[in-house]
């Protein structure tokens, strides 16, 4: 197996028991490498959602009437 890290190449036996440990952080690595752009996708939906239901929330919510003081 070819791992490539920061542009270099490393080739890996998986078959060799002495590269297990290896094999499984590699297992751990490659994990991440797959959650991480799924969890910003929906840090980046529920963001959007929250936005809009703020402003929704906004313009929902009474409007303060401004007082205005006659000098005398």
Do not use: F, W
Request: aromatic share 2%; charged share 30%.
């Amino acid at each position: 197996m070819n791992i490539n890290i920061d542009g270099k190449s490393y080739e890996v036996d998986e078959n060799d028991e002495k590269n297990a440990e290896l094999i499984g952080v590699l297992g751990v690595v490659r994990t991440g490498d797959n959650a991480l752009p799924l969890l910003q996708h929906i840090q980046q939906c529920v963001q959007a959602v929250h936005s809009g239901k703020l402003k929704e929330l906004k313009n929902l919510l009474p409007k303060e009437k401004t007082k205005t003081k006659l000098k005398t």
